[in-house]
């Protein structure tokens, strides 16, 4: 299975509103990014937090990250409908043979104007 | 600066044919990850090169394939296509070598349709 699980599958929300995803993972990681993808689309790096970081702020995202509970949220405020798209946490291990991005299933955004 | 190109954009096989992927990564970027994505399994991890050497690989069947050039360009390939092979492939670059934690730049993909 996936390494990161985020949760909500999807969230429908009207513009201005926070949105709030989160993502687990199982093993030790070296970090952990967010990316979002529109439909069809590559995926766009928005955000990266080490693992001996707690909370990153990036423009209207903000993000946490919790290494005992092995867990992270994103938060993107006062949502616009451009905020629609899929969003994905990944993860990269230690090990220099584990140096691949482990995504998540993702979390679909919708934001209503 | 260009972006990650991946040609083509979109792909219609058959059955037991095979399709070769190409992705040119940002200039200046060595290493190139590629993903297979679909809707039911999600992104998954295929190959990770840097400087012309694999240096991770995915859980996927021998008939996926790739390689990497001295210009950092990779291509992939897929033989003896299946149904299941239909998904969007997704080619990723980053300036740094694997495992120290890098951001990944994407392409748009190439949209494989296997009939």
């Known amino acids: 299975s996936q390494q990161g699980e985020e949760d909500p599958q999807a969230l429908s929300i009207q513009e201005g509103e926070n949105a709030t995803m989160n993502c687990s993972y199982k093993?030790?990681?070296?970090?952990l990014q967010w990316y979002r993808q529109n439909s069809g689309r590559g995926l766009v790096h928005l955000i990266l937090?080490?693992?001996?970081?707690r909370e990153k702020h990036s423009g209207r995202l903000r993000v946490t990250l919790d290494t005992s509970k092995k867990s992270s949220s994103l938060l993107i405020t006062a949502s616009r409908a451009a905020d629609t798209a899929s969003y994905f946490c990944?993860?990269?291990?230690?090990?220099?043979?584990?140096?691949?991005?482990?995504f998540g299933d993702g979390t679909t955004l919708t934001v209503k104007p | 600066k260009a972006g990650v190109t991946q040609t083509p954009r979109y792909l219609i096989k058959t059955r037991g044919q095979q399709v070769t992927l190409s992705c040119s990564p940002i200039?200046?970027?060595?290493?190139v990850s590629w993903y297979q994505q679909t809707p039911g399994q999600g992104l998954q991890f295929l190959f990770e090169?840097?400087?012309?050497?694999?240096?991770n690989k995915g859980n996927f069947p021998g008939r996926f394939s790739g390689r990497q050039f001295s210009n950092s360009r990779s291509e992939m390939n897929v033989s003896t296509l299946e149904l299941g092979d239909s998904a969007l492939y997704l080619c990723a670059s980053s300036p740094e070598p694997p495992g120290q934690g890098h951001i990944q730049y994407f392409g748009a993909g190439t949209r494989l349709s296997v009939l």
């Open positions: 937090i080490r693992s001996n970081e």
């Open positions: 093993t030790s990681i070296n970090n």
């Open positions: 990944a993860t990269r291990g230690y090990n220099t043979n584990a140096g691949k991005s482990t």
């Open positions: 090169y840097f400087s012309e050497t694999q240096r």
């Open positions: 200039s200046g970027h060595r290493s």
